[in-house]
């Protein structure tokens, strides 16, 4: 009997800290933009997951939570986050929803967003200021905004090129008809990884850089507390730097 009862308190003790976890779990539903954006987001039905599935897929081994994935056009997921229908965007930061109808709460930031200017690598040149780039055109993507570089396209001193996506930005690097346009780092070295364009693009020091947070509805903001000490565990074992590394 004295084994039986020592067995007993063991399991418990082993069980305990599972159960804990996974008695407060809940399940999350995450904006999904049907627009692919490696290494972020992949096409629906890709093999590869992409940053923001692994990184959540992490997050719920922490926090036992499940998500669903609400797959819908840009504009209509924002949208169905002000109405409720989705709780979580998974990438975003205060600066980028400050005319949202609904603002969000945050969790502490997870990693660092970063603007940097891909040259064709014929026609690099170091820049260090935006009067480096003065009277030269740079392609920029239609509705993104520039910090550092808008007000120089807005009067003209430098131009921009605006094209619907990073895709033909990059194509129109490659094929000579821009020689320098402002990108997403990650998207850059992706594409350059993957399609071995080293030789024919380089990526310029970051010219902007933002913190990436998770964005909750004001509904769900008591999940708060339990995903910043899940994100504080992964940035502090290296997770979510070995999850950014195998797409750079």
């Known amino acids: 009997m004295k084994y039986i009862a020592i067995w007993f308190v063991t399991t418990i003790l082993i069980i305990a800290p599972s159960f804990a976890k996974s008695s407060g779990a809940e399940s999350y539903r995450v904006m999904r933009y049907t627009e692919s954006f490696p290494p972020y987001y992949f096409e629906e039905g890709s093999s590869q997951t992409g940053i923001v599935k692994d990184v959540f897929a992490a997050l719920a081994n922490e926090t036992g939570d499940t998500f669903e994935y609400i797959l819908l056009p ?3 997921a924002l949208y169905n986050f002000e109405i409720g229908k989705i709780d979580i965007e998974p990438m975003s930061n205060p600066v980028w929803r400050k005319h949202s109808a609904v603002l969000g709460v945050y969790s502490i930031p997870f990693a660092v967003s970063e603007q940097i200017i891909l040259y064709n690598s014929k026609y690099y040149r170091p820049v260090n ?43 129109m690097l490659l094929a000579g008809r821009l020689h320098q346009s402002i990108m ?14 080293k030789d024919q693009l380089i990526i310029s020091e970051p010219c902007n850089m933002v913190d990436m947070m998770i964005r909750f509805h004001p509904s769900k903001k008591d999940a708060i507390p339990k995903f910043n000490k899940a ?18």
């Open 74 to 76: 840009y504009k209509r």
């Open 129 to 171: 200021l935006p009067e480096d780039l003065l009277g030269k055109t740079v392609g920029t993507v239609m509705g993104y905004t520039y910090p550092v570089y808008g007000p120089y396209f807005a009067d003209g001193r430098i131009k921009a090129h605006p094209l619907s996506n990073e895709n033909k930005l990059i194509k």
């Open 184 to 197: 997403n780092k990650d998207f850059a070295l992706y594409r350059i990884k993957t399609e071995h364009l």
């Open 231 to 248: 994100i504080s565990k992964l940035l502090k074992d290296g997770t979510i730097k070995k999850i950014y590394d195998q797409y750079r």
